[in-house]
């Protein structure tokens, strides 16, 4: 494994080190320096630290863990692959994400999961361990958001204005969420079968990577955010 001392280096002089090594990485001191591992694919890219803005961008196939915080729009546009934060996240998380997987132990920031969306086989999915700031899945379009609410004080896990746009896609969290306001073309109700066995693959990955107990997870209450129609924004995209 190649090392890599970030300390006060420039964000540009780190990603051309970052590019320019074919096997995998460890950084040592981030220090906010952004679009670490954007594009990049066939490595493991470690950070010690906190990762800047965009981390992962782009990201086609690489695995990015950060043992660290991240900061906003962690995954941007990412295609494949795997982002893996054992801390919290700053806002968009998995901006216009379309395909891959980001696990983020403890909390993230607003509009987590704006914009994502599927294509085929590809399934974005973003798993959030702890809360989220507001407009949660805005305008999602595909892929699944799940947020398990563990090691909170009290309260919801999600802010408000969570699925505003929603047209696709699908947002689960667990915790009782009856009541929930939601906006009037999105759908809330409780977790069925079907959701749960899509969905338990990905909690059970983020249990084996932070040490969670999964089946104290699996026992919690779930709820389910979904579009109510079949196009429910559709006058917002289309002219007919």
């Keep these: 494994m190649n090392t890599i001392n970030a300390g006060n280096m420039n964000y540009c002089e780190l990603n051309e080190l970052v590019r320019g090594n074919a096997g995998d990485i460890e950084i040592n001191g981030c220090l906010g320096q952004r679009y670490i591992g954007a594009g990049q694919n066939g490595k493991t890219i470690t950070i010690n630290g906190v990762a800047g803005n965009a981390v992962g961008a782009y990201l086609d196939g690489a695995v990015i863990n950060v043992n660290g915080n991240v900061q906003d729009a962690a995954g941007d546009t990412m295609n494949a692959g ?95 969420y009856a009541g929930l306001e939601v906006p009037p073309q999105v759908k809330l109700d409780r977790t069925c079968e079907g959701d749960m066995e899509t969905a338990a693959k990905y909690i059970k990955s983020y249990c084996d990577y932070f040490g969670a107990d999964y089946a104290a997870v699996m026992a919690g209450e779930f709820w389910r955010m979904t579009p109510n129609s079949t196009n429910p924004y559709k006058q917002l995209y289309v002219q007919n």
């Design 82 to 176: 795997k982002i893996i934060v054992h801390g919290n996240a700053g806002d968009a998380v998995g901006y216009a994400m379309r395909g891959g997987e980001i696990y983020i132990r403890d909390s993230a920031g607003y509009r987590s999961g704006i914009h994502m969306k599927a294509y085929k086989d590809n399934f974005p999915t973003v798993v959030i361990g702890g809360g989220c700031g507001s407009f949660l899945g805005e305008y999602q379009a595909g892929g699944l958001i799940i947020v398990l609410g563990l090691g909170l004080e009290s309260g919801r896990a999600v802010g408000n204005f969570p699925g505003t746009g929603m047209h696709g896609g699908k947002i689960i969290l667990r915790g009782d």
